[in-house]
């Protein structure tokens, strides 16, 4: 039988280091991607009747509350992108106190 021989281990991995474009692209793809999810949510929420039918119930008493793409966007990206903000404010913080104190 033949034998293959590698010259390099095949799990050994050098650590890479981040750049900053990098974890900026990253991190505008996941907010994308949470976009995208929250729009697929409003849609199956504002579907007639699909939500009604998931949850089993039929209540006509109560108000129906209809927002537009604009104001569900808004009101869902705001938030979690403060979030974001807050939370890489609270990072780097961490980050430079490590590295100067």
Known sequence: MAEIMLSKPGFARKQRETTLPGNIAYAVFVLFCFWVGAQILNLLVHAPGVFDHLMQ????????????????????????????????????FLRLRRRYF
Do not use: D, K, Y
């Open 57 to 92: 119930m039929q209540e006509n008493g109560r108000p129906r509350i209809e927002m537009g793409l604009a104001v569900s966007t808004l009101f869902g990206v705001v938030p979690f992108l403060l979030g974001c903000v807050m939370a890489g404010a609270f990072a780097l």
